[in-house]
Every structure is written in C-alpha cells, then in structure tokens.
Nanobody, 125 residues
Framework: QEQLVESGGGLVQSGGSLRLSCAASRFDLNSWYMSWVRQAPGEGPEWISTIDTGGRNIRYADSVKGRFTISRDNAKKIVYLQMSSLKPEDTALYYC??????????????????RGQGTQVTVSS
C-alpha cells in the first residue's frame, strides 16, 4: 500500500525550530509534486508549501514565507519542511500530500490522492 508517514513534530518555544519529514513508501517519490498542509483545531486545512518533482519550483503561503523551507531527497524518498522562527499561530497538525493535479501557480490547497496521518506541532508562547 502506498503510504506517507510524517515525523519530527513536537513542542517548541516561540522562536524555535523544527524539521518535519515525510517518508514515502511503495511508490517512486520522484514522479510526484508534494505539498505540506496544516490544520489547527477547529480550523480548515491551510496550504503551506508545494515542491515540484525536481525540487526547483517551490511556492509558500504568505504566512510562512521566509520562515519555512521545503525540500526533498528523492533518493531517500523523503520530503522535508524546515521550520524556523516558529510562532504560537503555527500550532497545528502538519501533513504531507501527494498531488494528483497541479495548478499553474502550484500554490493553494492541493488535490491529492494520498496524505499522511500528520505530525503535531505545538508552539508555546
């Protein structure tokens, strides 16, 4: 079964950093655009970032631009999200998704067929 598994979340103080990982299994990661999405309690999903198959075309939501960095290692089949200067409003469940349709801007909530269970990020003030 094709699968995505996130890790790296946790509790961090405001201003701190975390690196999330999204490990793909049973499919070739290098064929797919990937996104990170987050969802806070009581809120709808919020698109964070999208990366193309080669890691060259990348987009970020304005809320994280300059603080978060998405990257990928196709050989290891992992997509990363490096998060720095974290704020309490970054608290959410973060998950990665495999895109099935890519808009021309590659920005915005993705259409996807597989997503992981997510990893919780909690930022204390």
């Amino acid at each position: 079964q094709e699968q995505l598994v996130e890790s790296g979340g946790g509790l961090v103080q405001s201003g701190g950093s975390l690196r999330l990982s999204c490990a793909a299994s049973r499919f070739d990661l290098n064929s797919w655009y990937m996104s990170w999405v987050r969802q806070a309690p009581g809120e709808g999903p919020e698109w964070i970032s999208t990366i193309d198959t080669g890691g060259r075309n990348i987009r970020y939501a304005d809320s994280v631009k300059g603080r978060f960095t998405i990257s990928r290692d196709n050989a290891k089949k992992i997509v990363y999200l490096q998060m720095s200067s974290l704020k309490p409003e970054d608290t959410a469940l973060y998950y990665c998704a495999r895109l099935t349709r890519v808009s021309s801007s590659i920005a915005g909530l993705p259409e996807y067929d597989i997503r992981g269970q997510g990893t919780q990020v909690t930022v204390s003030s």
